[in-house]
T-cell receptor, first 111, second 115 residues
Framework: ETGVTQTPRHLVMGMTNKKSLKCEQH?????MYWYKQSAKKPLELMFV???????ENNSVPSRFSPECPNSSHLFLHLHTLQPEDSALYLC??????????FGPGTRLTVT | GQQLNQSPQSMFIQEGEDVSMNCTSS?????WLWYKQDPGEGPVLLIA?????ELTSNGRLTAQFGITRKDSFLNISASIPSDVGIYFC???????????????FGKGTKLTVNP
């Protein structure tokens, strides 16, 4: 499945670093999502964008800053993260009301 | 908020055995989704259920939408090694402005198949 790609696949960063995660979808979808997947916890929805507009912020700390320049690209800018932010970050996309297709995720480790 | 409870948390079975797992909620869902996540990959949708009582198959997988709308079941028949992975149930918790769906997920059932 190469419809939704994410880079990098793995990232190690210190708490004072600034980094960005990238997601790209090649499916012609209009909605894009960021999820956080931590061990032994359900997937947590973080942000939703529909036609480039943010329509959901699920009480995510400001150290996570999303950006959606167009319907095909989604970024998650990271700064001053905490060790507990280490997780798998998944991007997904969908048509309006349609099934969500997930990317492979970025495994983030904050040291 | 809405929560989905999946059981069992993990299963260890022999190749060829049938598998059954379920998902329950304290609130009603109008759609039930079952995803599988392979190691190092994102979840992939296996089956979607839209009507109470609906029984849907996808190859060796069969899922049912409980008549109370508060539960769903996934069965895998004649398991094979590639069935290994984590199986998640999910449902839309509420519509998001613009028509996107806000999904809530269970914690998953981790399946191990011994050859």
């Amino acid at each position: 499945e190469t419809g939704v790609t994410q880079t990098p696949r793995h990232l190690v960063m210190g708490m004072t670093n600034k980094k960005s995660l990238k997601c790209e979808q090649h499916l012609g979808h209009n909605a894009m999502y960021w999820y956080k997947q931590s061990a032994k916890k359900p997937l947590e929805l973080m942000f939703v964008y529909n036609f480039k507009e943010q329509t959901e912020n699920n009480s995510v700390p400001s150290r996570f800053s999303p950006e959606c320049p167009n319907s095909s690209h989604l970024f998650l800018h990271l700064h001053t993260l905490q060790p507990e932010d280490s997780a798998l970050y998944l991007c997904a996309s969908s048509r309006t009301g349609g099934r969500q297709y997930f990317g492979p995720g970025t495994r983030l480790t904050v040291t | 908020g809405q929560q989905l409870n999946q059981s069992p948390q993990s299963m260890f079975i022999q190749e060829g055995e049938d598998v059954s797992m379920n998902c329950t909620s304290s609130s009603i869902f109008n759609t039930w989704l079952w995803y599988k996540q392979d190691p190092g990959e994102g979840p992939v949708l296996l089956i979607a259920l839209y009507k109470a009582g609906e029984l849907t198959s996808n190859g060796r997988l069969t899922a049912q939408f409980g008549i109370t709308r508060k539960d769903s079941f996934l069965n895998i028949s004649a398991s094979i090694p590639s069935d290994v992975g984590i199986y998640f149930c999910a449902g839309p918790s509420s519509p998001v402005e613009g028509g996107s769906e806000k999904l809530v997920f269970g914690k998953g059932t981790k399946l191990t198949v011994n050859p």
